[in-house]
């Protein structure tokens, strides 16, 4: 009887250790699977070097968005005006730029005023009102002496009746501020008291000092 229950346990326990080495002998064929793909990948990988991002010379110069650094100021952009400039001398306003038609005493009929007029004595100074070249120097029948300044942005400044033309010539350079000429006298508004006609001109196209002058 002893020896019978012997038998039977003995099977057992030969029957669980057999089937305990059968799945450890599964595992091991697995991880031996696992590890073959690996070494297979892991070549592939090593040899895949990462691509760089095409960039344009552009945006190397000029990075998209300016980092301060921690202890660097930034001044903030500010859009520039059109083309400010000085009053062209000192004086008052006699009469106003206007595309409407006004009475000249001179001529006796009625037309635009396409500028300003500073009333000012005679001989007192006439500035270039931005930097600029000196474009057209000239004597108009109607205007008298007449000088233009080309500025940038397509700005021109018109000076009209003024004393002389012989302190600027045509392709000289100008600052804001330079004397040009003097306070003279025009044949078309010579029955007004004497004064400077000043005109600005927008890529070719009159338009109204105030919108320029400081």
């Known amino acids: ?32 699977d696992q ?16 691509k760089e991002l095409a960039v344009s010379k552009e945006e190397e110069e000029e ?13 903030p952009e500010v859009e520039e005006p059109p083309c400010p400039i000085l009053s062209p001398t000192n004086g008052t306003v006699s009469n106003s730029y ?11 009929d009625w037309r635009a005023h396409t500028g300003i007029d500073i009333e000012a004595p005679l001989a007192t100074a006439v500035i270039a009102t931005a930097e600029g070249t000196v474009s057209a120097v000239y004597n108009d029948s109607l205007w008298g002496n007449v000088i233009e300044i080309t500025h940038k942005g397509g700005l021109r400044s018109v000076y009209k009746g003024v004393s002389t033309l012989d302190m600027v ?46």
């Open 63 to 75: 990075p998209l968005v300016r980092v301060a650094a921690p202890d660097e100021e930034v001044e």
């Open 169 to 214: 010539s045509v392709g000289q350079a100008v600052q804001g501020g330079d004397i040009i000429s003097g306070v003279g006298t025009s044949p078309i508004e010579s029955k007004a008291m004497s004064h400077l006609h000043f005109e600005t001109w927008q890529d070719d196209v009159c338009v109204n000092p105030d919108c320029y002058v400081f």
């Open 35 to 50: 590890a073959k793909r690996a070494a297979e990948v892991l070549p592939l990988l090593a040899s895949t070097e990462p």
């Open 1 to 32: 009887m002893v020896f019978g229950i012997v038998m039977i346990f003995s099977a057992s326990f030969f029957m669980g250790h057999r089937a305990a080495l059968k799945d450890n002998e599964r595992q091991l064929s697995s991880a031996i």
């Open 98 to 108: 206007t595309l409407q038609s006004v009475y000249s005493e001179t001529t006796r």
